[in-house]
């Protein structure tokens, strides 16, 4: 159990295009689910938390109109990487957490992360 | 916001030898967890910690949280080629909604 989903798992793409990254819970739900960055030999940097039915929160230093989030279900959650250039080449992975977590002490704090997307533009 | 601070960044060594990783923060951590990620794969949630002091094992890990809740370590002991990857600590943020990594431990092993 616990299976995140995402796709694609890379995709090439010309700059100044869009390009969408899916991230699905598939057997639990999740009303929230978190995008991550990483670049080549990095942490992974916390983008936006997506929120379902509502706006996500986005981090500070990350455009919310470049990196358009949108989480219209409990098990679906995507990531639109707008007029994309190739400094944003990058491993995007995001993760999702029970919807049964709830707090620092919750035995629910595991996060469950999707395979990611390695994106190049060119 | 907080954070903490991992080291070493990097290390190799021998199959058979033991490894240890360290976390630090400033602050006192209500959590710690830990997460594994293998080359070009995605994190893979380990464990967490909660309570000072606190020791945990899984077969040839063993993940203490200090007394003072503000370090932990991983420890593996007599490595195998199969515990290649990069080794993250993570705190969740004021109100366990946000995870945040530490910069990670690369884990080297040579046969």
């Known amino acids: 159990g616990a299976v995140v989903s995402q796709h694609p798992s890379w995709v090439i793409c010309k700059s100044g295009t869009s390009v969408k990254i899916e991230c699905r819970s598939l057997?639990?739900?999740?009303?929230?689910m978190f995008w991550y960055r990483q670049f080549p030999k990095q942490s992974l940097m916390l983008m936006a938390t997506?929120?379902?039915?509502?706006?996500?929160?986005?981090e500070q230093g990350v455009e919310k109109d470049k990196f358009l989030i949108n989480h219209a279900s409990l098990t679906l959650s995507t990531l639109t990487v707008t007029s994309a250039h190739p400094e944003d080449s990058s491993f995007y992975i995001c993760?999702?957490?029970?919807?049964?977590?709830?707090?620092?002490?919750?035995?629910?704090?595991?996060?469950?992360f999707g395979p990611g997307t390695r994106l190049t533009v060119l | 916001g907080q954070q903490v601070m991992q080291i070493p960044q990097y290390q190799h060594v021998q199959e058979g030898e033991d490894f240890t990783t360290y976390c630090n923060s400033s602050t006192t951590l209500s959590n710690i967890q830990w997460y594994k990620q293998r080359p070009g794969g995605h994190p893979v949630f380990l464990i967490q910690l909660v309570k000072s002091g606190e020791v945990k094992k899984q077969k040839r890990l063993t993940f203490q949280f200090g007394e003072a809740k503000k370090n932990s370590s991983l420890h593996i002991t007599a490595t195998q080629t199969t515990d290649v990857g990069t080794y993250f600590c993570a705190v969740l943020s004021a109100g366990g909604f946000k995870t945040i990594f530490g910069a990670g431990t690369r884990l080297f092993v040579k046969a």
């Open positions: 993760s999702a957490r029970d919807s049964r977590s709830s707090g620092a002490f919750s035995s629910y704090n595991e996060q469950f």
């Open positions: 057997d639990f739900q999740a009303t929230t």
């Open positions: 997506s929120n379902e039915g509502s706006k996500a929160t986005y």
